[in-house]
């Protein structure tokens, strides 16, 4: 089950990559897939949940809100830098998380480092540890709104 999964997986991103659907190019695409396949399926052990349509469609949301995050911070940061007083500060704040998949949480942590104005410092099991540029709060449930927002619960959907 493994090997098939994982070579359609493969398949569909080489072709993808290649956009090319030149006999030579499929053939060279099998071959390759099939050799990775038969490499990684004893390393990869999927779980029924990863075939549940339903979480793809929840990461396809995750990624038009993550778009969101990113526009509104990046026009922050805009404002940040083309002010003349340079309204900053700067400090790290503690989140804290409700994840329980490490992918879940490292894919969180990237998200937010990718939005201008917050870099991940530390993940743990339980908490996030962020620079933030500009802390509005001192509030913990505030700063985790202002942070995290609608990331945290559409990932738990995602992943759990």
Partial sequence: MEFFAIFILTFIVWMILTWNIEFLNIMVGILACAFVSFIFSKEFKFDRKIFEIKRYFYFIGYLFVFIYYMIKANLLMAYRVLSPRLPIKPGIVKIPVELKSPLARAIL????????????????????????????????KQQ???????????????FE
């Fill in 109 to 140: 942590a990237n998200s937010i480092t990718l939005t201008p104005g917050t870099f991940t410092l530390k993940i743990t099991d339980q908490f996030l540890y962020i620079h933030w540029i500009y802390i509005y709060t001192y509030d913990k």
């Fill in 144 to 158: 985790k709104e202002k942070i995290v927002g609608l990331m945290e619960k559409i990932l738990k959907k995602v």
